[in-house]
């Protein structure tokens, strides 16, 4: 063991001094935060010029209440109204087919953003037509729809006798405020996107960590292989004491990262009063993470120790990632019904198993009999990974020339 914790410290100091280390400590923090917050703030960004739209209305009764009510309700910063509607044409006369060539000339020649049509049948069927050269403009596009559709049901209400406002008032939408349950029946206020975004954060940690890790491992391998370095090492040390201290080098510089990730988490936390994850599901997920990412360093060096090229280098990583994006594609599944058979089966998967927990145990915990199986298996799959590994790592550091075949590792791994 001393000589698996000498290069342990070996792979650990010199990796924590390489550049590329360093930028994606501080790198990565500020691209998942970047990931999460960037695109809402893009998103929500008021304009800061009016935007003229167009409208055609065959029904002659829609044009005006519309156009007032879009001036009046969203404004820019300045006080200037945020859309400037033109009445392109209103009247039951209106040829929609004639005006709307001469409409899409002016939405081509950029002088309005885009247009609306209210056929004659607007108050029968509720459909409108809307013609831009940019149709991804949702914000315009709801405000639109919700404004016309606030009208047409205001025309309809008088129709039948009835006060728009007093409908009004009696419709107020319903404030739906959630809270979670615990085994205990202790209560706790929940939100949604605090839950799903400190589970994408724990996903998107787990990702970057393995994917730049497992990088440099099966690099690391590559380069000593080459370099006829392996050789020298194994000289000295057996092959297990050396993957084994490779494998905890690694894993000590993750936990490095994670523990810099978990000191900005917190002040970000602190700072702005937002509790993402409680601690106590905090420190379980942390005993996942930490199996999970020794079962994927073992896949790793088993991946890697027969590998002789850098192709071969980048592809065996390629495939390995796609391991990793599985849990994302299966997360709204899981999020929606945490207790499902489907997400239970999905969490005995040991490869997926530390993100599954991610998503159930934050929303509604499993049971602690789920927990401790899940535990067991997790850590008894990167045992056994470890072990294959070892067995693949002994020959394939010392193997040149051809890559090995599947039914050839296994044989290493059954008779090395």
Same mark, same amino acid.
């Given at each position: 063991m001393n000589k698996a914790l000498t290069v342990a410290r070996w792979e650990y100091l010199e990796?924590?001094?390489?550049?590329?280390? $360093?930028?994606?400590?501080?790198?990565? &923090?500020?691209?998942?935060?970047?990931?999460? @917050?960037?695109?809402? =703030?893009?998103?929500?960004?008021p304009d800061t010029e009016s935007r003229i739209v167009g409208i055609v209305d065959q029904t002659g009764e829609l044009a005006q209440p519309v156009s007032e009510r879009l001036s009046e309700r969203y404004r820019l910063t300045n006080g200037k109204p945020n859309y400037v509607v033109r009445v392109l044409a209103s009247g039951r006369n209106v040829d929609v087919a004639q005006q709307t060539k001469a409409a899409d000339q002016m939405v081509t020649a950029k002088e309005i953003e885009g247009y609306a049509i209210l056929r004659?049948?607007?108050?029968?069927?509720?459909?409108?037509?809307?013609?831009?050269?940019?149709?991804?403009?949702?914000?315009?596009?709801?405000?639109?729809?919700?404004?016309?559709?606030?009208?047409?049901?205001?025309?309809? $209400?008088?129709?039948?006798?009835?006060? &728009?406002?007093?409908?009004?008032?009696?419709? @107020?939408?319903?404030? =739906?405020?959630t809270t979670r349950l615990k085994e205990g029946g202790e209560t706790e206020e929940a939100d949604f996107g605090k839950v799903f975004f400190g589970a994408y954060i724990f996903m998107m940690m787990m990702f970057f960590l393995v994917v730049t890790s497992g990088q440099l491992l099966v690099r690391s391998l590559l380069e000593e292989k080459s370099n006829r370095v392996a050789e020298v090492l194994m000289s000295s040390c057996s092959a297990n004491e050396l993957m084994v201290g490779k494998i905890l080098g690694l894993s000590g510089l993750g936990l490095t990262q994670i523990a810099l990730w978990g000191v900005i988490g917190l002040a970000i936390s602190l700072q702005f009063a937002i509790t993402l994850i409680s601690l106590s599901n905090a420190l379980l997920l942390l005993v996942y993470f930490v199996f999970?990412?020794?079962?994927?360093?073992?896949?790793?060096?088993?991946?890697?120790?027969?590998?002789?090229?850098?192709?071969?280098?980048?592809?065996?990583?390629?495939?390995?990632?796609?391991?990793?994006?599985?849990?994302?594609?299966?997360?709204?599944?899981v999020i929606q019904n945490p207790d499902s058979t489907l997400a239970k089966v999905l969490t005995f998967i040991p490869i997926i198993t530390p993100t599954m927990m991610a998503l159930r145990i934050p929303i509604q915990t499993p049971s602690v009999l789920e927990i401790l199986l899940s535990l067991v298996l997790l850590a008894a799959s990167a045992a056994g990974a470890m072990w294959a590994a070892g067995k693949i790592f002994r020959i394939g550091m010392l193997t040149y020339g051809k890559r090995p075949s599947l039914r050839e590792l296994v044989r290493w791994v059954r008779t090395a």
């Open positions: 990796k924590i001094k390489s550049k590329a280390f $360093l930028i994606s400590l501080f790198l990565m &923090p500020i691209i998942m935060i970047g990931m999460g @917050v960037i695109p809402s =703030l893009l998103a929500t960004r004659g049948t607007a108050f029968h069927d509720s459909t409108v037509e809307y013609r831009s050269r940019n149709v991804a403009n949702f914000s315009l596009m709801e405000r639109f729809t919700r404004v016309i559709t606030e009208v047409i049901t205001e025309k309809k $209400l008088r129709e039948q006798g009835f006060d &728009p406002q007093l409908v009004r008032r009696l419709t @107020v939408p319903i404030e =739906l405020k999970g990412y020794l079962l994927y360093a073992a896949i790793f060096v088993g991946a890697g120790a027969p590998l002789t090229t850098e192709q071969e280098a980048q592809q065996i990583t390629s495939y390995l990632v796609l391991i990793l994006i599985m849990p994302i594609v299966l997360a709204f599944p």
